[in-house]
């Protein structure tokens, strides 16, 4: 997909052109945007990103928007990863805040 005259590129084009760089500072906001547009094509880029830092650092940025938006599954994800793992240190809260903020009592359920 190519951007028409005028616009931005594609978020995918934004995200592996920043990675092509080398650019770990800007990967986790370029995977970020492009995880708003298509959470699991971001995901599976940043987990296939050669580069220990940037995959850690993109992988940051798409767990931000993939615990906002499916808190459920980012729960069910959370066990199938290092617990150690930084790109998801803070996952653990933002899916509780996510479920606190739509359903309350589920809220509760879930951090017992």
Do not use: H
């Not at 150690?84 to 240190?89: L, N």
Request: no cysteine; proline share 9%; aromatic share 6%.
């Amino acid at each position: 997909m190519t951007a028409r005259p005028g616009q931005p590129p594609p978020p995918e084009r934004g995200a592996r052109a920043i990675a092509s760089l080398g650019n770990a500072d800007k990967i986790s906001n370029a995977a970020r945007i492009w995880a708003i547009k298509d959470t699991d094509a971001a995901m599976r880029w940043a987990q296939e990103l050669p580069d220990e830092k940037l995959r850690t650092e993109a992988l940051k940025g798409v767990w931000k928007i993939f615990t906002a938006k499916n808190p459920d599954e980012a729960a069910a994800q959370l066990s199938k990863n290092p617990a150690d793992a930084p790109y998801i240190e803070n996952s653990g809260k933002s899916i509780g805040k996510t479920i606190a903020y739509k359903d309350p009592q589920e809220a509760e359920r879930w951090a017992a």
